[in-house]
Structures are given as C-alpha cells and as structure tokens.
C-alpha cells in the first residue's frame, strides 16, 4: 500500500529538521519561512524487530521492512485558506496526502525566530487546524453551489450529497473538523470525493531539544495521538514512525521462507484475501484458504514442522480478519 503522511506546520518549527532526520534525506531547512516549496517525499521503514527474529529464523537471504511515506510540506501561516504565504500550495500538497504529522515547536531558542513572535505551542495548533477547518469549509460551500442545483432537478444522488454537506457545513462554519460530523454511511460515501482536509487522521509530534529550554504545555488540551521528538538528537523517531503507521489504522503481516522475510502492510480488519493482494492479486482472485500462525508461536516452535505438530498452524478461509504480526502462506 502506498500511503503517506504529510510533516505540516507553521515555518521555522522544524518540519524540514525531521523530514532529513527521519529520511537522512537533504531538502534545505534553513532558518527563514517558506524555505520548503515543493515538497520533498521520503520513503521511511518502519521499525520492527520481529522481522529481524523471523529473517534469522529462516535464515532469509534479505529481509524487507514495511514502509511509510513521508511528505515534507511548505509551512502554513495564519490566513493560509485565503492564500496568505504559500497556503493553496500548502493546501493543495496536504489534500494528497493520507494522513498529516502536525509539527509544533516546544522550545526555546533565540537563534530561530518563530512566525508568531513567542514559542506557544497550543495556539499554534490551534492557528493550523483552524486554517484546515476554513479550508474545508471553502470546499464544503463551493460544491454546495453545484450540487443544490442538480437536487433541484430531483436528482436523487444530488439530495444525498447535500444533505451531506449542509451537515458538514454546520460544523465547519463551528470550526470543528468535518470528521465530528454525524453522517451515516450513504452521506459518509456522497462525500468522499470532496477529500475533505479535517477528516484526515492527525498526529501531533512536539518537537523538543535536549539543547534548549522545553516550554511548558498542558497535553491535556492536546486533541489526538502526540509524540515528543527531537530531530537533531534523534530521539524518539522510532515512535513517530510507528505512531504514523498506527494513524493510518494499518498492520502488518508476515511471510517468512529462505529467499525473504518481508511485512506487508495492510488496512486494520483486511480479510485473508484481501490481505493478499498486497502481494499479487492472484492472491485475492484464486484464493483457497491461508495457513497462518502468530509470529513468536513460529520463534517458540523452533520450526514450520514442530509448530503444525503442535497444531499452531491454522488453516483460514475467506472470511479470516488478519492480525497484526501473522505469518501467512496463501494457497491458490
């Protein structure tokens, strides 16, 4: 799956800094706005040491690690949904990407200025989500004008996608993310195509220094998943990826044999065939049924034959939901 998460934030928090810090990548970040215009993509693996057990276990000749991919974005500014700095780029990069990593900066630091004139962290998430609300909200109304119309006509498909809307509108014009509202399934799929920017998961990641005052925060106030890193030192990356990969509600399975051991990254509740494809969609199309065994019961057997002596292999059909650290062999 080719899924990615965008590093957004306000200029000069450090979003350039973790983007080569996660990557090792070079892409400029240098101490002035707007210094990131076109961004700058990374692939990054994720950590994981059962593949290193399971790849030692059979003795594979590579092992393949799942991966996330990261978008460094040009920094937002206040007024950003009316085209201030360079928010319609801005915009337009964040609206391709699967899920963002909002930066905010928890540290002082004379030498780097920030674009508000004092380090708060809170009103910095604030200035951005509230800039992504407004945005969604120009979006929201836009396609209210053209599909008002069509509903005139009595177009039924038309109706439900207004109803849709003047429910997302509602809460947007509340500047609440249009993911709070409560569309059933049918709006819910009327509006999908509008790939609304607050209905995106969001990580908070808290940029800190070892090397400089840490400012205080209440993180109670914080609303979602947060990490603290400190991309110069390197700490605490490790997490931000993992958390990344949990934010797009993905997992990971295995398959394990003398050529490779290799993760295949899948969406949470995937069935056995659908978690196939990620490998071929023969897979999907010719499935049979899947011998799966958890990962640390195939490390505590010592071997495939001991562990289908022991009756840990199981035999699964279509209908199996596969779990985060399966071993699996598909047979078609």
């Keep these: 799956m080719n899924l990615s998460i965008g590093i ?55 092992t393949i690690p799942a991966v996330v991919e990261f978008v460094d974005i040009a920094g937002l500014v206040k007024g950003a949904s009316e085209g201030a700095g ?23 630091d004379e030498k780097i200025a920030h674009v508000a004139g004092k380090v708060d962290p809170l009103s910095d998430i604030e200035v951005i989500n509230l800039e992504l609300v407004l945005a969604d909200l120009q979006t929201v109304n836009k396609r209210l004008e053209s599909v008002a119309r069509d509903a005139k006509r009595g177009e ?16 947007l014009e509340s500047e609440k993310f249009a993911n709070t509202a409560l569309l059933d399934e049918n709006e819910r799929k009327a509006s999908k195509s509008l790939n609304l920017l607050t209905t995106k998961p969001i990580l908070y990641v808290l940029n800190t220094s070892e090397a400089s005052d840490k400012v205080k925060i209440d993180y109670s106030k914080i609303r979602g998943p ?12 490790d997490d931000l990826i993992k958390k990344s990969y949990e934010a797009l509600n993905l997992i990971t399975f295995l398959t394990t044999g ?37 990962w640390d019961k195939l490390l505590e057997a010592g071997s495939y034959a001991s562990a289908r002596e022991r009756g840990w292999v199981r035999t699964e059909g279509r209908e199996y ?12």
Aim: charged fraction near 25%; proline fraction near 6%.
């Design 8 to 62: 957004v934030g306000l200029p000069n928090v450090g979003k350039s800094t973790l983007f080569n810090a996660l990557t090792k990548k070079s892409v400029p970040a240098e101490n002035y706005p707007f210094c990131t215009i076109d961004p700058s993509v990374g692939i990054v693996p994720v950590p994981d040491p059962r593949l290193t057990k399971l790849g030692e276990f059979s003795k594979s000749g590579k």
């Design 86 to 108: 360079l928010g319609n780029q801005f915009l337009s990069h964040i609206r391709e990407v699967d899920a963002i990593a909002e930066v905010v900066r928890i540290f002082e």
């Design 156 to 171: 039924k498909e038309a109706a439900l996608e207004r109803a849709a809307l003047e429910k997302l509108k509602v809460v």
């Design 226 to 237: 947060y990490v603290e890193v400190d991309p110069v030192f390197g700490t605490c990356l």
């Design 258 to 294: 003398e050529d490779e051991t290799r993760a295949w990254t899948i969406a949470r509740g995937s069935t056995a065939p659908e978690a196939g494809a990620a490998i071929h969609t023969d897979f999907r199309d010719r499935f049979i049924r899947a011998e799966v065994i958890a």
């Design 321 to 332: 939901i596969v779990c985060d650290g399966d071993v699996v062999e598909f047979k078609i």
